[in-house]
């Protein structure tokens, strides 16, 4: 099973800061997808294929990496960026999503 | 539009099954896998399985292997999720989601609004 580790797991940034979430894979993937989760909400793909971003979502929004290290960067956080970031590898089953970096507004 | 249903929420014993549904809506209901996910309350999210509409085949994580049960039935593009045994570890939001393929690796591009079961006495 390929485990997924997200760092940090929770941070804040204030608004206009540029933010960095990190997943490592414990064996190499293909691509990884990304997805956001709003409290209370189901979860919502954010990017996938590693850099493309699902409808909807902001282009200050962008995915990058390869092999074992993926990462989703904010370009400019905004208040209604505040939500959990999970990553998820798609390349072997089972399927696995990291633990999750849960993102405030500062 | 694309739209995944799920039924509402459930009390349940423990020791007793709990069926739960997924319709799909806005799209052709056989060409596209419906997987599973749990969610335990603050936690993140593990995949439970898959069924393919169209054949019935289905795929589990050896995890959830003995206790859920996936089953379709096509002329209601309807999935179900059936949980026996139940206890407290099953407390849990379960989401239906529907899987996207491309160049060797798969992802959820559509969500079904969750379904919270609770297992209490």
């Known amino acids: 099973e390929i485990v997924l580790t997200q760092s940090p797991t929770t941070m804040a940034a204030s608004p206009g800061e540029k933010v960095t979430l990190t997943c490592r894979a414990s064996?190499?993937?293909?691509?990884m997808h990304w997805y956001q989760q709003r409290s209370g909400a189901s979860p919502k793909l954010w990017i996938y294929e590693t850099s493309k971003l699902a409808s909807g979502v902001p282009n200050r929004f962008s995915g990058s990496g390869s092999g074992t290290s993926y990462s989703l960067t904010i370009n400019s956080m905004e208040t209604e960026d505040a939500a959990t970031y999970y990553c998820?590898?798609?390349?072997?089953?089972?399927?696995?999503f990291g633990s999750g970096t849960k993102l405030e507004i500062k | 539009q694309v739209n995944l249903l799920q039924s509402g929420a459930a009390l349940v014993k423990p020791g007793a099954s709990v069926k739960l549904s997924c319709k799909a809506s806005g799209y052709t209901f056989t060409d596209y896998y419906i997987h599973w996910v749990k969610q335990s309350h603050g936690k993140s999210l593990e995949w439970i399985g898959y069924?393919?509409?169209?054949?019935?085949?289905?795929n589990y994580n050896e995890k959830f292997k003995s206790k859920a049960t996936l089953t379709v039935d096509k002329s209601t593009n309807t999935a179900y999720m059936e949980l026996s045994r139940l206890t407290s570890e099953d407390s849990a939001t379960y989401y239906c989601?529907?899987?996207?393929?491309?160049?060797?690796?798969?992802?959820?591009?559509?969500w079904g609004q969750g379904v919270m079961v609770t297992v209490s006495s």
């Open positions: 069924i393919n509409p169209n054949s019935g085949y289905t």
């Open positions: 989601t529907r899987l996207r393929y491309y160049d060797g690796t798969y992802y959820f591009d559509y």
């Open positions: 064996s190499s993937v293909s691509y």
């Open positions: 998820q590898q798609g390349s072997s089953y089972p399927l696995t």
